[in-house]
């Protein structure tokens, strides 16, 4: 059984004009226990709808959902206290401390001082405690969202896009310190439209578009879903070297300062002993490595999906 399950979930909204507009549109979904599990789509593709339902914030108008084994609709209030969230922005005080604002949350679930000062250690914050939010950049105020998360000591964390709006040296913040929170063995759920950044930190992944899954498995068998891998080459006269591989009958294009070759990365030997027999020499050559982006957008044209 998954740490998060959903089946057939559905959720709708009424416009204020009339009619529905449809977010969530029977996903399915299972999240396993332990490690980073990424939860991907564009904006308005029902990312932070279906959190909302997990956490019992809206009601879903269909479907099943169940977390850490209880059914969320009747049973959320016996799990609740192990897990940790932040939807959207995370709620803080600007005017007052980063300690302090822990202090405030920390009453509310009866944790003392040492716990404050362990997480505050966790994310990294200790030297800042005692400046006001104000003072911080996004990142660090992301860091002490996901630090009033882990006062509970969760098993479980939810964070809506947590890396939205930082700059790329608060993303290589939040990004390592999502990427050790899951390797303490917590599931730690990451919903973004930053495909590259997701891929970079998840273990596995959900594609979705349009409130509809895609695609869902570990990151390796969901990149393996688009177009197969190659291998790039560099050397110093492009053209010749295409035309040496295609009498070798190695299909290989010329693709800006390299080559493209449609061999899989494990013939890579190949490509060396064709060109080095005449006397062209390589000044690089590795995998075509292909990013969940290119996936995503492949298989939403699939699908029918697609902007």
């Known amino acids: 059984m998954g740490v998060i399950e959903l089946h057939g979930l559905r959720k709708e909204y009424r416009r204020i004009r009339g009619g529905r507009t449809v977010a969530v549109d029977g996903l399915d979904l299972e999240v396993p226990d332990g490690g980073v599990f990424g939860f991907l789509g564009p904006n308005g593709a029902g990312k932070t709808t279906t959190i909302r339902c997990v956490l019992g914030l809206v009601r879903p108008n269909a479907g099943s959902l169940t977390l850490l084994g209880a059914d969320v609709s009747s049973g959320l209030a016996g799990v609740i206290g192990k897990v940790g969230s932040i939807v ?38 200790s030297e800042r405690a005692d400046d006001a939010v104000r003072t911080y950049s996004l990142g660090m105020k992301q860091r002490l969202g996901i630090a009033a998360a882990l006062l509970k000591d969760p098993s479980v964390l939810l964070l809506d896009e947590p890396a939205n709006g930082l ?5 290589v913040e939040v990004r390592e310190l999502i990427r050790s929170l899951g390797a303490e063995g917590r599931t730690v759920f990451v919903s973004s439209h930053i495909l590259s950044e997701v891929q970079q930190t998840a273990d596995q992944v959900a594609i979705i578009a349009r409130g509809r899954l895609v695609k869902a498995g570990p990151v390796n068998e969901v990149l393996a879903a688009g177009r197969a891998r190659g291998l790039v080459v560099k050397l110093a006269d492009l053209h010749a070297g295409a035309r040496v591989l295609a009498d070798a009958q190695i299909p290989a294009i010329v693709s800006g300062d390299t080559l493209s070759v449609d061999l899989p990365p494990d013939q890579a030997e190949r490509v060396t002993r ?16 292909i990013d969940l982006e290119t996936v995503f957008l492949e298989l939403t044209k699939d699908e029918g999906l697609g902007p």
């Open 274 to 289: 064709v060109l080095a027999a005449r006397d062209l020499y390589l000044s690089e050559l590795r995998a075509d490595e």
């Open 88 to 125: 959207e922005q995370p709620a803080l005080f600007p005017r007052f401390t980063g300690r302090r604002n822990l202090q405030i949350l920390g009453r509310i679930h009866r944790v003392g001082r040492s716990t404050i000062d362990g997480v505050l250690e966790r994310v990294r914050l």
């Open 167 to 171: 700059d790329p040296a608060g993303i």
